[in-house]
């Protein structure tokens, strides 16, 4: 099929700006990524393919901690005699990626470069975690996430071609951090 064979054709033109503000105890980090190129598949092209993703995090230190883009260091490290408790923080986060409706159907023939049977153009995720900084050196993370799907692809019944909502998607992360 023309997906299985298909090749960039051309320069890539990609670019990711970020930024990040950083006050007292409150912190917020956004990029944005896109990706522009051509793609052929022996005699079929799709041109100016452009994909999209961003995402903006936002974090607060619950025990007065100043944030920043490198690591947190506790004003006082856990201590299991109860002397320090590390510090805690509590983040958010929204995402989305958009991916050009050219891949799914960018060709006059049936073989296109994405089944819309099987993948979705866009998908939107929001997510909210805390985050226990017992010293300089271990971090403890639980995060929770709910990723939505746009464009739902479409199934056989017994009365034809339907669409179909594809569930969200609920994750549950958990993480243990040593840096030495």
Do not use: M
């Not at 799709?46 to 903006?56: E, I, P, S």
């Not at 153009?121 to 050196?137: D, S």
Request: no cysteine.
């Amino acid at each position: 099929t023309a997906a299985a064979s298909a090749q960039q054709a051309g320069n890539k033109i990609r670019w990711t700006p970020q930024a990040y503000y950083y006050n007292g105890p409150f912190g917020v980090l956004a990029e944005y990524a896109e990706s522009k190129f051509d793609i052929i598949s022996g005699s079929n092209r799709a041109n100016n393919v452009q994909n999209n993703a961003w995402h903006v995090t936002g974090s607060w230190l619950l025990t007065g901690e100043k944030a920043s883009f490198g690591a947190v260091k506790p004003k006082n490290v856990f201590n299991p005699d109860g002397a320090g408790w590390g510090a805690w923080e509590v983040v958010a986060r929204y995402q989305e990626i958009n991916l050009d409706d050219k891949l799914f159907n960018g060709f006059a023939t049936s073989t296109n470069f994405l089944s819309s049977a099987t993948q979705h153009e866009n998908a939107q995720a929001w997510a909210v975690g805390v985050n226990w900084y017992l010293n300089n050196n271990i971090k403890i993370a639980a995060d929770y996430e709910d990723t939505s799907f746009d464009n739902s692809y479409s199934a056989i019944s017994s009365s034809g071609n339907t669409s179909v909502d594809r569930p969200n998607e609920r994750s549950l992360f958990t993480r243990l951090q040593l840096s030495y």
